[in-house]
């Protein structure tokens, strides 16, 4: 006696049917389509205006890392344990080199509760917090030290800028960072704010290391900042950093470079860059 594969019924000996599912005779049951891990939300708001502080409110089970340093406080029923990210010890020693290649600490700092309790973080200078959800499977390209925090489902790697142009002189370096949902990230830059959600073929110019972060989508290369009088004499530098759309774009309206060369001794005013500062990316990376 034969049965069905698919709902268990009993076969005739030469049915080529199921009589009660219609299933082909023989057929393989379907297989469950496997369901992608969602993270739940996160409960948090992003308190003050230019020296903010994410306030985030775990629930039970839910866990955070962070950038080591960026903790501003926590409830007592919030434990903490910094360690290295990946499972097995390879993925740990990789990661950690990745990290040191990246610029970054080799340590992530880990935070659960099981009972619930607030944690808080926030940029190592003035400027603005930013959240994003995101996908599974989606990823965004940040500036080096703007990563702040990130629900634990989120994957956290390097990113090599495609494009010589763009690694010379874009304000970045060669290395961003790379954020794989699913989950809630956030970063930080410096100043305010503004977001461009690109449509396909749009560009937007943006100054050299104003540049958040940006859609893996979006196409990152530089050019030269117009004519040859404009370069030299336009106070701006000799590139500007071209993002190409489709996808959503942050950019930031001070950069820590800036802050640390109004703050310089001597330091008469202004924002006006010389021909050769403007080729201070080829030599290191902006912020």
């Not at 006696?1 to 076969?11: E, Y």
């Not at 996160?42 to 080591?68: K, M, S």
Request: aromatic content about 10%; hydrophobic content about 35%.
């Amino acid at each position: 006696m034969s049965f069905c594969t698919n709902c268990g019924g009993t076969l005739g000996e030469q049915a080529k049917f199921c009589p009660s599912c219609g299933a082909g005779a023989g057929s393989a049951a379907p297989r469950a389509t496997a369901s992608v891990y969602a993270p739940s939300p996160l409960d948090f708001t992003i308190h003050g205006d230019n020296l903010q502080v994410a306030r985030i409110r775990l629930q039970p089970g839910q866990e955070l890392y962070a950038e080591a340093g960026k903790m501003v406080y926590k409830h007592a029923t919030v434990t903490w344990e910094t360690r290295m990210t990946g499972e097995t010890l390879g993925e740990k020693i990789w990661g950690a080199l990745k990290r040191k290649l990246a610029g970054e600490s080799l340590f992530m700092t880990y935070f659960r509760t099981t009972s619930g309790g607030e944690v808080g973080f926030a940029g190592d200078y003035p400027g603005r917090l930013q959240s994003f959800d995101l996908r599974a499977g989606q990823s965004m390209m940040v500036q080096r030290d703007s990563f702040i925090c990130a629900q634990s489902t989120v994957s956290l790697s390097i990113a090599m800028v495609k494009k010589i142009g763009g690694g010379l002189f874009g304000g970045e370096g060669f290395i961003l960072e790379k954020l794989t949902g699913p989950g809630t990230v956030f970063i930080h830059g410096g100043g305010d704010f503004v977001e461009f959600d690109l449509g396909p073929g749009e560009v937007v110019q943006v100054d050299t290391g104003c540049v958040v972060g940006f859609d893996e989508s979006v196409d990152y290369d530089v050019q030269l900042a117009g004519g040859i009088k404009t370069a030299l004499f336009g106070g701006e530098g000799l590139f500007l950093t071209t993002l190409r759309g489709p996808g959503k774009v942050l950019i930031q309206s001070m950069t820590l470079e800036k802050l640390r060369r109004e703050l310089a001794p001597g330091r008469s005013g202004g924002d006006e860059r010389g021909p050769l500062e403007s080729l201070g990316g080829f030599f290191r990376s902006e912020d």
